[in-house]
């Protein structure tokens, strides 16, 4: 069987704050939640958006 470490610090983990070794891990785990310090990295949701905005669309054609 794997033993269950803190995944902040690594220690074992208490029972009052699994999988967490301390209410601090715990706050500490919180804060990269609140602070986008978790991220998964995604490309644009649609192909077509980003050849748009790098069109240049808000410029006007001087054909006149």
Known sequence: MKKIACPICGK???DSHKPF???GCRDR????WLGEGYRIP????????E???STGLDTADNDD
């Open 12 to 14: 074992p983990p208490s």
């Open 21 to 23: 070794c301390s209410q």
């Open 29 to 32: 785990d919180l804060l990269q």
């Open 42 to 49: 995604v490309g644009p949701a649609d192909p077509e958006a």
């Open 51 to 53: 050849n748009a905005s």
